[in-house]
């Protein structure tokens, strides 16, 4: 079992910028990849950005060059340094972790850009 708990959110005005950390505990060396996905308001969830155990990272394309994935091994903690928000950013944003053969959710952070 991996236990996830994120902070950070809040609310931002357009073009600002936010941190959300999340940190994993229990059965941490099992993990492959990390990441994060967002659900705004009527919509799906959907990925964001992730990052693996090499090193190398993902992100959709609605936030490249604004949003950067970093983890601290030693810490299990991954971030999501978000700038330039714009407020279609608005929505939950869920932790996940990639074990092998399972999948593992925060209970998600609010943030809201307003306009």
């Not at 990925?47 to 609605?62: E, F, K, L």
């Not at 949003?67 to 928000?85: C, D």
Request: hydrophobic share 35%; aromatic share 8%; proline share 2%.
């Amino acid at each position: 079992q991996v236990q996830l708990v994120e902070s950070g959110g809040g609310v931002v005005q357009s073009e600002g910028s936010l941190r959300l950390s999340c940190v994993a505990s229990g059965e941490v060396s099992r993990i492959n990849a990390m990441g994060w996905y967002r659900q705004a308001p009527g919509k799906q969830r959907e990925s964001i950005a992730n990052i693996r155990i090499d090193g190398s990272t993902n992100y959709a394309d609605s936030v490249k060059g604004r949003f950067a994935i970093s983890r601290e091994s030693a810490e299990n903690v991954v971030y999501l340094q978000m700038n330039s928000l714009k407020p279609e950013d608005t929505g939950v944003y869920f932790c996940h972790v990639v074990t092998t053969g399972r999948l593992y959710w925060g209970q998600g952070t609010q943030v809201t850009v307003s306009s």
